[in-house]
């Protein structure tokens, strides 16, 4: 199954090009077990489902321990059956599939409970698109249940909803939406914004 | 039918507040047709679907005519089930829906050819979900025939396709991508990301 996102960083400063060059870093750990390529938009990193978040969080985390106001913009994709399948992208590993969607709600909120803190608060909101298949409200709707009970839930919003806490139970609340809610071997995508150091009132 | 958008700017500048405040006043010919709410994340704008694009494409303009590199990235949606029709959101007016897809693909590119050019170059990609139909797929190959067709197509990426070329046909590519393809009352979302004034290489 092929998975991977497209992700953009965005720090509101002049020098945007050496905050984002100092955040780089940050996908060490990972680069053996992605395809990472860039042009003017966007970075593609391609790999395995479960590294997606982790990777995209401890970028995000190291651009926003800048203090600037930076926003990270994603979208991320599992099944598209449009792309080839990639050697890279295992399939989805202790993802409890088989399990009725009021279990798979637990097992989600067991993961996002275990996730270790950062130290560092951010907001994010995302929209989740379980395609191809007549359920997709269904399936929506489980994780919008799973959301509300995560920790970490602030509001829903039209269109999307939205999260706030530290960085770690976030990314993990992103990753368990994104793993276990659609078809196993369905067409899922999930589009994600993340903010911190948000001048703005809340 | 609900449609409407949750739009990002993001200039990359020490004062992208000044450049965000005076862009906004691009919005005030749509305000009498638009419920507009904003947070520290995103702006909703409600409206009809037909003006949807055109507001993003004012107050990107606006913003990136400062010099600075600047994103607007937006999350945009017509006729989700989870959301009240909202009375100031109308139909789709002359959307041809009844036309086969080929038909459809024809209509659109003469709107895009009858676009009005604003000489700011931007650059696009943008993802289109038609959720909660069987043939998803096909909707989504035929609208990316359309936008080979366009004028302004640039290439096609892993989960999204690239556009390139003035704001005012780039727009209303977009505009058509999200109006003709899909079921037309169907649920439908598209994942949005424009650039001007990037200092990277294509």
Redesign the interface.
């Known amino acids: 199954m092929?998975s991977?996102?497209?992700i953009?960083l965005?720090?509101?400063?002049?020098d945007?090009?050496g905050v984002i060059l100092g955040a780089l870093s940050a996908f060490d750990p990972y680069r053996a077990n992605f395809r990472i390529e860039t042009?003017?938009?966007?970075t593609?990193i391609?790999g395995p489902p479960e590294q997606l978040f982790p990777a995209m969080r401890d970028l995000f985390a190291l651009a926003a321990a800048s203090g600037v106001?930076c926003?990270l913009?994603a979208?991320v994709?599992r099944g598209?059956?449009?792309?080839p399948d990639d050697p890279i992208c295992t399939p989805i590993s202790g993802g409890s599939h088989e399990l009725p969607l009021a279990a798979r709600i637990g097992a989600a909120r067991a993961h996002v409970d275990a996730a270790e803190k950062l130290g560092q608060e951010v907001?994010?909101?995302f929209?989740l698109?379980p395609?191809?298949e007549?359920h997709?409200?269904d399936e929506?709707?489980g994780c919008i249940d799973f959301l509300k009970t995560s920790g970490v839930f602030d509001k829903s919003?039209?269109?999307?909803t939205?999260l706030r806490g530290d960085a770690g139970p976030v990314f993990a609340t992103l990753s368990e939406a994104f793993l276990r809610f659609g078809a196993p071997q369905g067409h899922v995508?999930l589009?994600l914004?993340v903010?911190a150091n948000?001048?703005?009132?809340?």
């Open positions: 092929f991977g996102a497209q953009s965005y720090p509101m400063c002049d945007f090009v042009d003017d938009i966007s593609l391609v106001h926003v913009s979208t994709s598209c059956p449009g792309e907001a994010a909101q929209s698109y395609l191809g007549g997709h409200m929506i709707y919003k039209n269109f999307c939205k995508a589009d914004t903010s948000s001048p703005s009132l809340r």
